[in-house]
């Protein structure tokens, strides 16, 4: 029988703690190491989580006995530890947004091939039950043909320029925390845009807080989302072909339930539970594509997470960041 994937975790934060959580919900899987620039907050969040091993070097971290690391990092810090971790020859989830720049997520992508390892963006929603459903559900045509997804990630916060998510430094703003959701979610369904059409508006520092973004293609197709930390909303998807439509219910990113509805006949309300918080369904995914010898996912590929990077940017770049 063959050992349990080893894991670790860079960057004891808060979405660290929420996936660290999540490994009692992952058949063949152990967490056993937590690296930090801290050894003090490194060895406070093994404590916590009953992690073997701390590390307050990421030299020493990415050199233990691990098979895939996850980077809970800031978005900015991103491509040193990928790097770093690719050299080191260890399969990599990294967090998404995957950086705050397309020659960054090349970087990392070019280095990745090149050393023939394994690299994926976290972005876990894909991995999630319902979106497994509703994935094959287009690929069966139950929809018809898909020309349209409308929704929104709106997430109210007060503005603190000291957070990550206000820290432009850091890669705060809604584009790479909200919109990245958004944009990847049509682009999954919807393929690459011809056309990216943005308006929003900027917080005091200059990071933005909300923006609507509308995405077209040559052949009619559409899409409009709508992304703010300034507003409360539903954060809903809905997805709609020539057969029918199917409305992903709030909160998308987390989704269980689907409700289809087929052209001319009666809706259909579907439920998809997830295992935990639902962030374990990536990490099972990523054991997978180990045991398979794969170097990107199939689900997640690499060309996805490098077209959405082109889409965050160009809507970064007409709002004036």
């Known amino acids: 029988m063959s050992r349990p994937t080893r894991w670790g975790i860079a960057g004891p934060g808060r979405i660290a703690a929420t996936m660290a959580a999540e490994f009692v919900h ?13 050894a003090d907050r490194a060895a406070a969040f093994a404590d916590r989580f009953g992690i073997p091993q701390a590390f307050g070097s990421y030299d020493d971290f990415f050199a233990a006995d691990l ?30 947004s995957f950086t705050t720049s397309v020659a960054d997520t090349l970087a990392i992508v070019d280095a990745a091939r090149a050393r023939c390892v394994f690299v994926m963006e976290a972005m876990w929603t894909r991995f999630l039950p319902a979106m497994v459903e509703l994935r094959r559900m287009i690929a069966a045509g139950d929809l018809g043909e898909v020309r349209t997804i409308q929704g929104d990630l709106i997430a109210p916060r007060d503005f603190d320029p000291s957070d990550r998510l206000f820290d432009p430094d850091l890669g705060g703003g809604a584009v790479f925390d909200l919109g990245v959701y958004v944009l990847s979610f049509v682009q999954q369904f919807l393929g690459v845009p011809d056309r990216v059409h943005a308006t929003g508006g900027l917080l005091p520092n200059g990071v933005e807080g909300e923006a609507g973004i509308l995405l077209g293609w040559d052949d ?10 300034r507003v409360a909303g539903p954060g809903r998807q809905l997805v709609a072909g020539t057969d029918g ?13 689907l409700v289809w509805h087929p052209r001319g006949a009666e809706p259909q309300e579907l439920h998809f539970p997830k295992r935990g918080a639902g962030y374990g369904h990536e990490v099972e995914h990523v054991n997978e594509c180990l045991a398979d010898g794969l170097l990107e996912s199939p689900v997640m590929p690499l060309a996805d997470t490098i077209a959405v990077q082109r889409l965050m940017t160009e809507v970064l770049r007409q709002l004036g960041r």
Not at 26 to 38: D, F, I, K, N, T
Not at 69 to 83: I, K
Not at 245 to 257: C, Q
């Open 26 to 38: 992952v058949p063949g899987a152990e967490l056993v190491a937590v690296g930090s620039r801290s």
């Open 67 to 96: 098979d895939a690391v996850y980077l809970a990092t800031p978005h900015a810090q991103h491509t040193d530890l990928a790097l770093a971790a690719i050299a080191a020859g260890k399969a990599v989830l990294v967090e998404k």
């Open 220 to 229: 009619g197709r559409f899409a409009s989302e709508a992304i703010s930390f």
């Open 245 to 257: 439509w199917v409305d992903v219910k709030p909160r998308f990113h987390r989704a269980e339930t």
